[in-house]
């Protein structure tokens, strides 16, 4: 559970115990199973603690090892870790995902943070209104998101989006829009490319800084603010009447007004028609 749900005046063996003593386990079989648990969870030494004895990573280690000890077929995580702050989330998201690999059991991972999804998963379900949108790995999640909405809602910062027009000529076909033409012959598509509107959708990190030394379409525009994350950093610039975000490397140094074109890989692109799914 979200909130460690468990039983205040019981030490963490009891705690561990207290579903298989309610199902009238044999006591022998009931200590094997909190023995291996414990030691799974590393709770070996604090087995005789009460939960108000315990710092909140440990308690939700408690929590899940009174779900691991009944040795079932499917666990049910619902959103584990929100309760627990950026440093415990990070050890335990790490804990549960050796846990997994060691069990080998189907766990069922509820969860609104895209990096748990992301970090976690085998295969992600990504639901709104109740339906589920597109069930796949995270890398086909990440890279061919099945419309606008998955698109928008996986990534940090989140993808970027420009409207305009598929056209077809006597060749390839052209995304236009704004003061951007690109050159369609190196994207995937689904289907017959059909013209009309459609958004075309590229990631931070998908941009190229020096787009015209790569050969790559160019979007021209000014650094408007720079993100310093450490290893990387995320540069927003101004593009027509649209601000769009870059990822660099953390050593790669730009001030606000810095003009620049970064190039577009258009096999790293999505494209979107107007009912918003994948082209």
Do not use: C
């Not at 419309?147 to 236009?176: D, H, S, T």
């Not at 015209?212 to 603010?225: N, Q």
Request: avoid cysteine.
């Amino acid at each position: 559970f979200q909130s460690y749900a468990l039983y205040p005046r019981m030490s963490v063996r009891k705690n561990l115990s207290f579903g298989l003593r309610v199902a009238g386990l044999p006591k022998a079989e009931i200590e094997a199973r909190v023995a291996r648990t414990a030691a799974l969870l590393q709770l070996d030494k604090l087995l005789d603690r009460r939960p108000a004895e315990l710092s909140g990573g440990q308690r939700q280690r408690v929590a899940i090892g009174r779900a691991l000890v009944r040795e079932v077929d499917v666990f049910l995580f619902d959103e584990p870790l929100s309760n627990l702050d950026a440093k415990l989330r990070n050890e335990l998201r790490v804990e549960i995902k050796k846990l997994h690999q060691r069990l080998g059991n189907t766990m069922i991972y509820v969860t609104h943070d895209q990096v748990e999804a992301l970090t976690l998963a085998d295969r992600i379900a990504i639901m709104r209104d109740g339906v589920i949108q597109q069930l796949a790995s995270p890398a086909e999640i990440y890279r061919r998101p099945i419309n606008l909405f998955v698109a928008g809602f996986i990534g940090a910062p989140a993808m970027n989006f420009v409207e305009g027009r598929i056209e077809r000529g006597n060749g390839a076909p052209v995304f236009r829009s704004k003061e951007l033409a690109v050159d369609l012959s190196g994207y995937s598509f689904r289907a017959d490319a059909a013209e009309g509107p459609a958004t075309l959708g590229f990631r931070p990190e998908h941009l190229v800084l020096d787009g015209a030394t790569s050969g790559l379409p160019t979007i021209p525009g000014r650094v408007s603010v720079v993100e310093p994350m450490g290893s990387d950093a995320v540069v927003w610039f101004d593009w027509a009447d649209q601000s769009l975000s870059l990822r660099l490397m953390g050593d790669v140094t730009l001030e606000p007004g810095y003009a620049l074109a970064p190039g577009l890989d258009i096999a790293k692109a999505s494209l979107f028609g107007a009912d918003g799914s994948r082209l």
